[in-house]
């Protein structure tokens, strides 16, 4: 499976993509981030993040893409920010059919490190001893959307083999604690 994950945000955008299966060496495909000047009109901004997601989207050709749920701050700015940035991603993903998977922080944290209140160094940390990797992805958004491909990879992996087999007995997603916002890779084709 290939997952590129999204760390949203207006002012930097996390982008990372990883290939692999649970229970076996996961693979990292490429690792950025996207800038925006934080003086330029909101829509240039956002152009010029689809723009790049767009582009990551044609050279890695995801199986699905891994976007971090925005979570509510004191900064309404900040929040309204990284919602813009995130509903790009999602919709880019969309417009190709790629399924989409929301991961909450302390999901995310929790998945790679174990610990669901870990701070990003840990998150670092952790990311470049999951992938092998020879240092740590700068800046912190860039290894959190790698943790959100290892999250989704290691999480997604167990829950589309779940919904496969309760399909198979007949029972399509009986029982089945899907991500909100989940869609099956074979959904809708």
């Not at 979570?71 to 004191?74: K, T």
């Not at 940035?85 to 919709?91: H, K, Y």
């Not at 989704?152 to 779940?162: E, I, P, S, T």
């Given at each position: 499976m ?14 990372g993509?990883?290939e692999?299966?649970?229970g076996?060496q ?13 003086e330029?009109?909101?829509?240039a901004r956002?152009?010029a993040?689809?723009?790049?997601i767009?582009r990551?989207?044609?050279e890695i050709?995801?199986d699905?893409v891994?976007?971090?749920?925005v979570?509510?701050?004191?900064n309404?700015?900040?929040?309204m920010g990284t919602a813009q ?7 880019c ?6 399924p989409v998977?929301l991961h ?9 490190t174990?610990?669901g209140n870990?701070?990003k ?11 092998r990797?020879?240092?740590m992805?700068k800046?912190?958004d860039?290894a959190?959307a790698l943790?959100?491909?290892?999250c ?11 919904a ?9 997603g009986?029982a089945?604690?899907?991500?909100p ?9």
């Open positions: 290939r997952v590129m994950g999204v760390d949203p945000g207006l002012t930097r955008c996390g982008l993509a990883v692999g299966r649970p076996a996961l693979r990292m495909l490429a690792v950025g981030v996207v800038r925006t000047p934080a330029d009109d909101i829509g956002l152009v993040i689809e723009a790049e767009e990551w989207l044609d050709r995801p699905a891994a976007v971090e749920r979570f509510a701050q004191h309404v700015r900040t929040v940035a995130s509903a790009v991603a999602i919709t993903a969309a417009r190709r059919g790629l998977a909450t922080p302390s999901e995310v944290k929790a998945a790679v174990g610990n870990a701070d160094k840990q998150v670092g940390a952790m990311v470049t001893r999951v992938l990797l020879d240092a992805p800046p912190a860039a959190d943790a959100l491909a290892i989704h990879v290691w999480r997604g992996g167990v829950q589309n083999r779940l496969q087999a309760l399909a198979a007995k007949g029972r399509p009986a089945v604690a899907l991500p916002g989940y869609r099956h890779p074979g959904a809708g084709r």
